[in-house]
């Protein structure tokens, strides 16, 4: 249910960017996810069907990119993407999070239909 004001926001963005452009379709969304943001894509799209209905972005095509969480390593420093578990592939020792990443809920790209004016 959390998706929803995301989704929100999302189609607000999206307004807001293809008026600026002057287009008024939108084909492509192509969006990012982190791994712990919580965001279930499969909810993402369902919402994203009803409220863009009448938008610029109405039956545009949703592409998503997950991304992982990333570690940094306590002993060598070694940066890593969450695999399995949270040991540094390297020495083994304990990954630590690095703040903000995996968390991610962004509009990466987005492809026009330029064969409507
Ligand atoms: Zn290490």
């Known amino acids: 249910m959390h998706e929803l004001p995301a989704v929100e926001d999302m189609i607000r963005a999206l ?18 996810i982190g791994e712990l943001s919580s965001y279930v894509g499969e909810c993402v799209q369902m919402y994203f069907d009803i409220l863009s209905e009448g938008h610029s972005c109405e039956n545009a095509k949703l592409y ?5 969480a990333r570690f940094k390593c ?3 420093g070694h940066e890593f993407d969450h695999g399995v578990d949270f040991v540094c592939p390297l020495c ?9 990443t995996g968390k991610e809920f962004l509009i990466r790209k987005l492809v026009y239909d330029d064969t409507v004016s």
Do not use: N, P, Q, Y
């Open 64 to 68: 998503f990119t997950h991304t992982k």
């Open 74 to 76: 306590r002993d060598c």
């Open 15 to 32: 307004d807001e960017e293809s008026e600026s452009r002057g287009i008024s379709k939108i084909k492509e969304v192509h969006l990012v």
């Open 92 to 100: 083994k020792g304990e990954g630590r999070l690095i703040k903000g």
